[in-house]
């Protein structure tokens, strides 16, 4: 079934059978955990720094911090058509089904995870209601413990300077690449 159909019919569905949709998943999560059945997440390099990079963001410099071992580079496809193979797949905040643009089988973790930090809401009051996913890759983001955050987004750009007060994650756009390699090489 094409995504643009799954969602419909997932608009369609009730509420209460939602509910019996995410507890049959959560159910098999627990499942799958117990049998020993999902593989371990990569670890990092031992002394890579995790960075959130946005689909978009993803140039070539990026591409060539990633390859150096220095880094992680790390997302989660909550805008449509932002699936990429090419960064692993960061702890998701407080999405939607909707907003879960992965296969059951790519999904990280359990239900359980899929739950906001308790800096969401501040998130949210910085970047906007209107901009809710924005909110979310950030919150991720914190999640994931990145230092740092790149992106195309205006609309995260505009409060980078709020945002990196409030969480400790420094902002970049992807032109900013030497200012990002540069803070890279000097934090711990």
């Keep these: 079934m094409s995504k643009p ?7 369609s569905l009730s509420f209460s ?11 098999r999560g627990k499942a799958i955990v117990v049998a020993g059945l999902r593989a371990k997440p990569p670890q990092s390099p031992r002394n890579s720094k995790k960075i959130y990079c946005e689909h978009g963001a993803l140039t070539r410099e990026m591409k060539e911090l990633r ?4 880094v992680e580079l790390v997302h989660f496809p909550y805008d449509p058509d932002s ?3 090419k960064m692993a ?3 998701p905040s407080k999405a939607r089904i909707g907003d879960l643009n992965l296969s059951m089988e790519e999904l990280p973790g359990l239900l359980t995870d899929y739950v906001p930090s308790s800096r969401f809401s501040e998130i949210l009051n910085v970047v906007g209601g209107a901009n809710r996913r924005d909110a979310l890759h950030v919150d991720s983001a914190l999640k994931e413990g990145c230092v740092a955050f790149v ?5 995260v750009l505009k409060h980078a300077s709020e945002l990196e007060i409030l969480l400790g994650i420094k902002f ?8 990002l390699q540069q803070y890279i090489s000097e934090a711990p």
């Excluded at 159909?5 to 608009?11: D, E, F, H, N, V």
């Excluded at 970049?172 to 200012?179: E, G, M």
């Design 172 to 179: 970049y756009h992807p032109t900013q690449y030497r200012d």
């Design 89 to 91: 797949v960061a702890t």
């Design 5 to 11: 159909k799954l969602r419909a019919r997932l608009t």
């Design 83 to 85: 699936h990429t193979q």
């Design 151 to 155: 992106t195309c987004d205006g609309d």
């Design 17 to 27: 059978e939602k509910i019996k949709i995410l507890e049959k998943l959560r159910d």
């Design 67 to 70: 390859r150096s071992g220095n």
